[in-house]
Nanobody
């Protein structure tokens, strides 16, 4: 059973730079692709960024150049460094891990950006 726990959200001023963390259980974390998604109120959940086991990253166009995804396999943790936040970045942020038939999500962490 895989468990994902996000942290680091909160109320941030526009232009701020919080860092989200996603801590995972499990011994095969280092080889897995980890995703960050977000869901704003009244909108569909969208993919923000993903990182492979070797560290290759991809980003949504809306966050490219502002967000950075990184991982520390020794700590079973993936980070999402968010810079130059905008009010439209306000959402619940989730991490996701797919392994075999399992599709695991964290409980989410709220990020609210005030203008």
């Amino acid at each position: 059973q895989v468990q994902l726990v996000e942290s680091g959200g909160g109320l941030v001023q526009a232009g701020g730079s919080p860092r989200l963390s996603c801590a995972a259980s499990g011994s095969i974390f280092s080889i897995l692709v980890i995703h960050w998604y977000r869901q704003a109120s009244g909108k569909q959940r969208e993919l923000v960024a993903a990182i492979t086991g070797s560290g290759s990253a991809n980003y949504a166009d809306s966050v490219k150049g502002r967000f950075t995804i990184a991982r520390d396999n020794a700590k079973n943790t993936v980070y999402l460094q968010m810079n130059s936040l905008k009010p439209e970045d306000t959402a619940v942020y989730y991490c996701r891990l797919v392994v075999g038939p399992g599709d695991y999500w964290g409980q989410g962490t709220q990020v609210t950006v005030s203008s």
